[in-house]
């Protein structure tokens, strides 16, 4: 995707992208896991190899060691159909080889698993600069409440009308680092940079 601004050094942007056609590219557990990991793993210079990871446990996964990380990853939610993440690049085209990494890895493994072939992301990641505090404060409420559109579609439109049953909705959800802020311990938290 062409951007009208380049992407700097210790800046932040608000990363996202959905599959291609709008369709879901998270159909069970196994495909947010492994896309969890795909977070993790893919944050790292070196080449990616996952079979080599096949055995390990979810804590031993998270627990392994990442030299020379590429972005440093403040938030993330996995929806059905897309993804949003804040990231800070660390490395001069850190954000664009990361999300190559991790889209591709992603898309291999979904095309395998699900016996297709093809794009499963519309296109190239997109990305908008979170240049301002108040855009930035904006995006920790946005990603994380991302998931009360499973339970309360129209919530943004119309407001939440449950509060009790969204925070209790978002304090399960493990499909997204909302756990990892509030200091809830999980090997995914390993995936946020803190």
């Known amino acids: 995707m062409a951007r009208n601004y380049n992407i700097s050094i210790n800046e932040y942007y ?11 590219i998270f159909t069970g ?3 947010y896991e492994r896309f969890q990991f795909l977070l993790y793993i893919c944050n790292n210079k070196k080449s990616v190899e996952i079979r080599n990871y096949g055995g390990l446990t979810s804590v031993e996964k ?3 060691i990442r030299k020379d990380t590429l972005v440093e990853i403040g938030e993330y939610v996995l929806m059905p159909n897309h993804f949003h993440v ?3 690049e660390k490395t001069e085209g850190g954000i664009s080889l990361f999300m190559q990494k991790l889209t591709t890895a992603y898309t291999m493994y979904f095309n395998t698993n699900y016996k297709r072939s093809g794009s499963l992301f ?13 855009y930035l404060k904006y995006l920790y409420a946005y990603i994380h409440l991302n998931p009360i559109k499973l339970i309360e579609p129209n919530w943004r439109e119309e407001g939440i009308k449950d ?6 909705f978002l304090l399960t959800y493990e499909y997204s680092s909302y756990q ?7 090997p ?4 946020l940079n803190r």
Do not use: P, T
């Not at 608000?14 to 879901?24: D, L, S, T």
């Not at 509060?163 to 209790?168: D, G, M, N, S, V």
């Not at 990892?180 to 999980?186: A, E, S, T, V, W």
């Not at 995914?188 to 995936?191: L, N, Q, S, Y």
């Open 14 to 24: 608000h990363v996202y992208n959905r599959g291609v056609e709008k369709r879901r």
């Open 29 to 31: 557990y196994k495909d």
């Open 62 to 64: 998270f627990s392994l």
């Open 86 to 88: 804040l990231l800070r």
């Open 122 to 134: 519309g296109g190239s990641f997109k990305a908008r600069h979170a240049d301002e505090d108040q």
């Open 163 to 168: 509060k009790k049953k969204a925070k209790e």
């Open 180 to 186: 990892d802020f509030l200091g809830l311990k999980r």
């Open 188 to 191: 995914e938290g390993r995936i």
